[in-house]
């Protein structure tokens, strides 16, 4: 059981480049969650889903994207990146009726 | 609105000294509760949440954390710190547009440093 995956863990990108981040879930969770954390800012809510087919926007969405085409995965993607999106890149994901969410290990992306 | 707020940045203590950690938390209700723990390099494992069941709620590793409504706090403690608890501590609670969705608002939060 692998829980929450992401892929790549780390990426450097140049200013205005695309790119896409996987996560998967094998735990048929509902609901997933894309996060960014950034030093001394805790973790911020970028985009989430509620179920397969469905998206909505968190606290930091602008210059991010995301698809949720199949219940297991949860797509993140950069159109162009910028350098103030260098972060550290959380996804997370919870079961019905569950208050917990389970975390992925990260992806550490930089844009030069 | 809810909010969480962790009061120190960096907590350095010795080991085999108690670990306190402290949050304080904003809101018109009874939450839920979380603490997280982040290792060097790696993501976020649950230590313990509160869902109103008790006051005192018990973690993993030896941790727990007692929830105060009159304080509106909710500090995590240990009794006997060791090396192996050297991370970064997140105070975590529902977010203000409500529960939902299941949204977290993250404390900013806590570096715990361990000495030998």
């Known amino acids: 059981n692998a829980g929450v995956t992401q892929t790549p863990k780390f990426r450097v990108l140049k200013t205005g480049q695309s790119m896409t981040l996987l996560c998967a879930q094998d735990m048929n969770h509902e609901y997933m969650y894309w996060y960014r954390q950034d030093p001394g800012m805790g973790l911020r809510l970028i985009h989430y889903?509620?179920?397969?087919?469905?998206?909505a926007k968190g606290e930091v969405p602008d210059g991010y994207n995301v698809s949720r085409l199949k219940k297991q995965n949860f797509l993140l993607g950069l159109e162009s990146a910028a350098p103030s999106q260098t972060s550290v890149y959380f996804c997370a994901s919870r079961g019905q009726g569950s208050d917990t969410q389970y975390f992925g290990p990260g992806t550490r992306l930089t844009v030069l | 609105a809810q909010s969480v707020t962790q009061l120190d940045s960096h907590v350095s203590v010795s080991e085999g000294t108690p670990v306190l950690l402290r949050c304080n938390y904003s809101s018109s209700y009874s939450p839920s509760l979380f603490w997280y723990v982040q290792h060097p390099n790696k993501g976020l494992q649950l230590l313990l949440k509160y869902t109103s069941a008790a006051t005192l709620v018990k973690g993993i590793n030896g941790f727990e954390a007692e929830f105060k409504k009159s304080e509106t706090s909710f500090h995590l403690t240990k009794p006997s710190a060791h090396m192996s608890d050297a991370a970064e501590y997140f105070c975590?609670?529902?977010?203000?547009?409500?529960?939902?969705?299941?949204?977290?608002?993250f404390g900013q939060g806590t570096i715990l440093t361990v000495h030998p």
């Open positions: 889903s509620v179920g397969e087919g469905t998206t």
């Open positions: 975590v609670g529902p977010n203000a547009g409500g529960t939902s969705y299941g949204k977290l608002t």
